[in-house]
């Protein structure tokens, strides 16, 4: 079925938001650009909408966060979440509300969120490596780029498929054929739903403009990182040739700190699984990107890898196919070891340690000795971003993880649990064997000033600090980490770069 000019307009007038507005995502994104802005200041906003407020407090009281203790209010909802991942959750629950508002279906949702999402990561990537301020507006504008075609595949999915399902067509014939097809190409769609839902004029821009002609060499800042982005295929697998070869092109021009795309697709699904877990959405299959990228390398792939792939392993003889069972074990246990780690600092991530410590506590319940958590906050990490770049805040984040390595022992468990903050477990002979480790670690990583581009950085962290029995009888891990933030709360209230500490009596 073909659709006209005017009923596509029609379908985009009817549009209709009831909750999760893009505008209020944009001015949480907006806030982030503000140097004071403090938790209150993004509850106030995010309690406006109640469906937003709902979800946040459902993930934060969900098995993702464990918090031991109900956390009621959205601003201590905040504070656990941290405020970059609060932005990407109002993101997130924005798009998922236009989906609905399009009547989009769930298959489909999931589909183009799992695109949008890497489009966005790839966006902020980008951004982060060209030293733009503003990473935040180019994963925002990186998420709300394929608007159009989320409303077009809700009227018509095959005939998008059909679009961009054709490795040898370019840019411009798979928009040719979404404008034969609907009467509008998904970029002009998209401008229309932007413009209906007021969205600022940079994003405007940006959505009309990311399939734009001109090559990459000849964009910069806040559009270079979109239109990267954009080369990325719409179903997260399948390549135009064209779009492939200007990537790999792009990453052996410009050396923006990756050797090739390949580095640079898997830093993508890194960060996407990352963001999928702390956005508390564990349903999504990892995005196929780097893979389907090699596959269309060596074989100018015209359909998507999963079907020639399937089609491949039926003419394989016996060691061929076993070899590929080997790989394909050895890749699912690396995929499971990436998923429990921080991509950035390589340190356990919430969930990696959480299943981790929980094992340590359920070992040491028969034991004698202490268990201890403590919650590290970098002091200013913000303002050091701001002064520094994020280059530099992604390589202070980095020592900070090495130098607390350097200082553990080996049954201490180390987690990257957002942002600047960190969670330990030490397992001790006693209470004094456990806060000395702690007080180790922190005087290590605080020890010298980190060097960055000839600058130095100065390290000073804020520690909450619980010890308890490892035989106690009710030693719960969410008790813990409950105990250990309300002491580090305490300690940055008293002075930053302190620590406070306290030992739960039987």
């Known amino acids: 079925m073909r659709f006209t000019e005017a009923e596509i307009l029609e379908s985009i007038r ?64 905040v504070t656990t979440l941290g405020l970059k991942s609060v932005r990407e959750l109002a993101l997130s629950h924005c798009v998922a509300s236009l989906h609905r508002a399009m009547a989009l279906g769930h298959t489909n949702s999931h589909s183009l969120w799992k695109s949008s999402l890497c489009k966005a990561i790839a966006s902020r990537k980008i951004a982060e490596a060209l030293n733009l301020e503003d990473s935040d507006g180019a994963f925002s504008a990186g998420l709300l780029q394929d608007l159009g075609i989320a409303l077009l595949s809700s009227l018509d999915h095959e005939a998008v ?16 054929y979404e404008e034969h097809h609907f009467g ?25 403009h990311h399939h734009s002609q001109a090559p990459l060499k000849k964009l ?152 201890g958590v403590a919650f590290f906050d970098l002091d200013f990490f913000k303002e050091l971003n701001d002064e520094f770049g994020h280059a530099a805040g992604d390589f202070f984040l980095k020592e900070v993880s090495s130098r607390m390595m350097e200082s553990v022992r080996n ?34 990583v605080q020890r010298t000033p980190i060097r960055f581009d000839g600058k130095d950085m100065k390290v000073s962290a804020t520690v909450g600090f619980v010890s308890i029995s490892a035989d106690a009888e009710e030693m719960n891990l969410g008790d813990l980490l409950q105990i250990a933030d309300e002491q580090l709360y305490k300690a940055k209230a008293t002075r930053r770069g302190t620590m406070s500490f306290t030992r739960v009596r039987e």
Not at 199 to 204: G, I, S
Not at 302 to 326: C, G
Request: hydrophobic share 35%; proline share 4%; aromatic share 8%.
């Open 411 to 444: 049954d201490d468990l180390v987690c990257r649990w957002g942002g600047d903050e960190f969670v330990i477990l030490f397992s001790g002979s006693n209470p004094t064997d456990c806060l000395e480790a702690a007080r180790r670690v922190k005087s290590h």
């Open 184 to 208: 509008l190409h998904h970029s002009e769609v998209g401008l229309r739903i932007a413009q209906r839902l007021d969205l600022p004029a940079e994003y405007l821009e940006v959505i009309d």
């Open 220 to 371: 910069a800042g806040f559009e270079l990182a979109v239109g990267v982005s954009s080369l990325l295929p719409h179903d997260g697998k399948t390549w135009l040739d064209q779009d492939l070869q200007q990537l790999k092109s792009f990453f052996e021009e410009r050396k923006l700190g990756w050797s090739d795309a390949e580095q640079f697709l898997v830093e993508v699904e890194q960060e996407f699984t990352r963001t999928e877990e702390s956005l508390g959405n564990d349903s999504l299959e990892p995005p196929t990107l780097l893979e389907g990228l090699m596959y269309a390398s060596q074989e100018n792939a015209r359909s998507s890898f999963s079907a020639v792939y399937q089609y491949t392993w039926l003419r394989e003889d016996t060691n061929t196919l076993n070899d590929a069972l080997d790989h394909a074990e050895r890749a699912h246990s690396e995929a499971e070891q990436r998923a429990d780690r921080d991509p950035l600092t390589q340190l356990f991530n919430r969930g990696g340690w959480d299943r981790r410590a929980r094992m340590t506590l359920s070992q040491s319940s028969s034991l004698d000795g202490t268990v």
């Open 161 to 176: 498929i059909e679009a961009w399902s054709h490795s040898d067509r370019d840019q411009q014939q798979a928009l040719f």
């Open 14 to 77: 009817s549009l209709e938001v009831i909750t999760g507005h893009p505008r209020l995502a944009l001015q949480l994104i907006n806030l982030g650009r503000t140097p004071d802005a403090s938790p209150e200041d993004y509850s106030r906003l995010i309690e406006k909408d109640l469906s937003l407020a709902s979800r946040l407090l459902g993930l934060v009281n969900s098995a993702v966060y464990a918090p031991g203790n109900p956390i009621l209010t959205v601003q201590r909802g």
